[in-house]
Every structure is written in structure tokens, then in C-alpha cells.
């Protein structure tokens, strides 16, 4: 199932470059954009269509989507298009339910002479969704030798028009213009440009900071080296039934101390809590650039703080705190000891990965604890709640994920992951974007 899945992914996609950029094998220079983190709904924006605001990054999102009016005169797309076969491929949830899938797009069907509506949704709720044209955008980014900025590139990339109200009643930042979709999708924005730019089907995430797009070396900061030849690796997973999200292939989960000569506390998980259900395709360990907070099922998720409890007791000097909600495991700050450059020292949490990775997912406490409240420290990992309980096992959240670099090579179905960044001379904002354009 799964590899039908990408083959299917890989014909679209060869259908997208014969069909709208022609069938030329030219490559082209990888692509950088900068990404900025909003202040008020903690979503990532990318500065990447021409004449409008930012779009919201969507990890797991199929679709790029804009709002623009039904009498604007946009490019649309018929029913039998290439581009309309590309975007029937996931389909957005029902009223009510969510699915970090991704939940993007439906087709009208039968009619080749109809013009093709795509279903761009809401990415944080995705409960609200609506119907508008598939069109095409105006975009541009910079050309980067994976150092610097070099100069400017536009493209076209194919999206939806979404109307306005979804714009406005989504849970947006101010200003943003849609969504950017970079999941496992033929028009995901990373998908687009692989097939228009022939540089490969890698991109990196650097949160907040900078998005390359392409194979390319990558510098960030004054760290001298290029960081691909440093970094850990995994094979990611990928879900049976068409989900466009990434999946690490986790084993287990526990905690330790890196200064205490102790066993690491495992946590006491239901046999198979972390497995990836291939009938149902429910289950598993995914990223999100959308959730805020890390998110585990609920028998996870009282496995692990029963574990982390236990951990962080265990020197017998750490205090704790009423919670702070959403928070639930809260902690004194004059009870807890300062590190240089890495924050607090509390117990790192660790995934343990399956066969192929080079080295477990390591959250340390600058990506673990956030304050919550005067000389209070939580762990920043929530609790689903509902429907959510038959939703991934864990959902890793963009605070797990900042100051981290990670690359994604859909090819290998590879992802290469630095581990937080402090201390190492390498910056998520250290990309020189200052380079004359």
C-alpha cells in the first residue's frame, strides 16, 4: 500500500511537468524563502507570493490555497487536468473532524469541460473548509547556494482560491494571506517546485528563520561546516492510507537525566501504543508545524508523564507547581538549576527510533519546558482530548521542533535532524539573507 501510494505521488507528479512546465530536464538553482514565527497564533509564515502577505506552513497540508475573489479573473484548470487529478488525491474531513493528514482538496467529477474546485480547510481546525477554483499564483523566491541569497526567482505555482471568509474565520495570523501546504502531496509547495526546478525532491525547515528548497549544501550561521554532513538521519514512515504528513518510526519513549549516572526512565506504554495502524492509517508519531505544543493519546500520554514524573523526582530537590493549563506537570524555577546556552536542567525526553536511524530524537529543555508563569516551568506536552484520541499517537508540535534543523529527502523517504541548535554556531535566523538581490 504504501509504495503504490508514492508511485502514484511520483506519475502525478511527471504529469504536472509534461503537462504545465513542459517536459525540459533543466536544472535549476535551489530556492531559499524566510520564515517568521506570529507572535499571537505561534504559526510559522513563509514570504513566498507576490503581491499579498505570507502564507501559513503547513507541514502536512496537500494544498496551497490564497483567497482571492470568484470575479478576479484568476487562471483556472478543467476537470481532466493533470493539476485537478493531483489535487482529488486527498480529500478534505468531514464538518467536525480533524486529520493531520492534512485534509485539502475534492474535485467536481465527470464533466471535462467543468473547471476544477479544490477544497482548501482551515489547517489548524481542519474543520472548516469550502470550495474554490484550482488556479495558479504568482511566487518568487531567492536562488541560494545554500549560504547566501543570490538573486531573485518567480515561478507560478498551482493553488486554490479559496473565498474570503474562510480567510477571515480561520485561525490565522493577521495579515496572512492562505496556506502553504508542504506535505506528501503533487502540489504541495516542495512537490511544485521539485517538478518545475529539477533540483531534486529534498527541502529544509529551519523554525522560525528559513525554508531551502532543493539539494543543496546548507550553512546557517557561523557554524563552518555544511551541516548535511553533520546531521542525523531516519527513515520516515509513511501512512497506508494517503496522508499527507510525516511519520517517524518510534519505538519508544523515555526520560533521563544527562548528569545523573541513572538508568533512563522508560514509559510503561500499551503494547503497540505507537504503531501506525496500516488498515486504518490512525496511529503513529507525525510532525506538525500547526499544533503549538507536542500532543499525545491519552494512554500515551499518562505513560509518559507518569515517566517524566518520576524522573525529574528523583535527585529529590525539584519542586513542584500547581499546573498551568493546558499544562499539567509544572515546576519550581528557584528549585531548578541554570545550564549555559541550553536553559534549564531537567530531564531530556528521548524517541527511541526504529532500524535505519543513526541516532534517537533527543528534546532537550530548551524545546521541552516553556514558562508558564512567574517561577513556574512546565512541560510543554499536552493531552488530546475527543476526537482526537483516534488521531496520531503523538503529534510532534512546532515548539518541539524550533531551532532545529530538518531535512526532508522524499526521495530516500529520509529525514535528516540536527537536535536543537544552541551552543553550535549554527542559527535557524543565521541564513545570510542580506545578499544584494
Request: charged share 15%.
Amino acid at each position: 500500500m504504501r509504495r503504490l501510494f508514492f508511485h502514484h505521488l511520483l506519475a502525478v507528479s511527471a504529469l504536472l511537468l509534461a503537462a504545465q512546465w513542459g517536459g525540459g530536464r533543466a536544472v535549476h538553482a535551489p530556492l531559499v524563502s524566510p520564515l517568521a514565527k506570529d507572535p499571537a497564533t505561534s504559526l510559522y509564515t513563509i514570504f513566498i507570493k507576490d503581491g499579498s502577505g505570507p502564507l501559513v506552513v503547513d507541514l502536512a497540508g496537500p494544498l496551497i490555497w490564497s483567497a482571492c475573489a470568484c470575479a478576479s479573473g484568476h487562471p483556472t484548470f478543467p476537470c481532466g487536468s493533470a493539476e485537478c487529478a493531483a489535487a482529488s488525491g486527498f480529500s478534505c474531513p468531514p464538518q467536525g473532524q480533524e486529520d493531520y493528514g492534512g485534509g485539502g482538496a475534492a474535485v467536481d467529477g465527470g464533466d471535462h469541460r467543468c473547471m476544477c474546485t479544490a477544497r482548501p480547510c482551515d489547517p489548524v481546525t481542519r474543520a472548516r473548509c469550502a470550495a474554490g477554483d484550482l488556479t495558479s499564483f504568482a511566487m518568487s523566491a531567492n536562488a541560494t547556494d545554500g549560504r547566501n541569497a543570490l538573486y531573485p526567482v518567480s515561478f507560478q505555482a498551482v493553488g486554490a482560491c479559496a473565498p474570503n471568509w474562510l480567510l477571515r474565520s480561520s485561525s490565522l495570523p493577521a495579515g496572512a494571506a492562505g496556506v502553504a501546504g508542504f506535505g506528501r502531496a503533487p502540489l504541495s509547495l516542495p512537490s511544485q517546485l521539485a517538478a518545475q526546478r529539477g533540483f531534486g525532491r529534498r527541502f529544509a525547515l529551519c523554525l522560525p528563520g528559513v525554508a531551502i528548497f532543493g539539494d543543496t549544501p546548507i550553512h546557517l550561521g557561523s557554524y563552518p561546516p555544511d551541516l548535511m554532513t553533520t546531521i542525523a538521519s531516519t527513515p520516515l514512515a509513511a501512512n497506508p492510507r494517503g496522508s499527507g504528513g510525516y511519520y517517524l518510526p518510534v519505538e519508544a519513549i523515555s526520560v533521563s537525566w544527562s548528569n545523573w549516572n541513572v538508568a533512563p526512565t522508560r514509559a510503561a506504554l500499551p503494547p503497540g501504543a505507537l504503531e501506525l495502524d496500516a488498515a486504518t492509517g490512525r496511529g503513529g508519531v507525525t510532525l506538525s508545524t500547526v499544533r503549538r505544543y507536542t500532543a499525545m493519546r491519552p494512554d500515551v500520554y499518562r505513560a509518559f508523564v507518569q515517566a517524566f514524573g518520576e524522573a525529574i523526582g528523583r535527585p529529590g530537590y525539584v519542586k513542584t507547581m500547581p499546573a498551568v493549563p493546558p499544562f499539567e506537570l509544572c515546576y519550581d524555577t528557584f528549585s531548578l538549576r541554570r545550564v549555559k546556552v541550553l536553559g534549564w536542567d531537567v530531564p531530556s525526553i528521548r524517541l527511541e527510533l526504529g532500524a535505519g536511524a543513526t541516532m534517537n530524537w533527543t528534546v532537550g529543555a530548551g524545546n521541552s519546558m516553556v514558562q508558564a508563569a512567574e517561577r513556574t516551568l512546565c512541560l510543554a506536552v499536552v493531552e488530546m482530548h475527543g476526537a482526537e484520541a483516534a488521531a496520531p499517537a503523538v503529534v510532534i508540535g512546532g515548539y518541539q521542533v524550533e531551532d532545529n534543523l530538518l531535512v526532508f529527502e522524499e526521495d530516500k523517504e529520509v529525514l535528516h535532524f540536527s537536535g536543537l541548535l544552541w551552543g553550535s554556531g549554527a542559527t535557524c535566523s543565521g541564513f545570510n539573507f542580506t545578499a544584494p538581490l
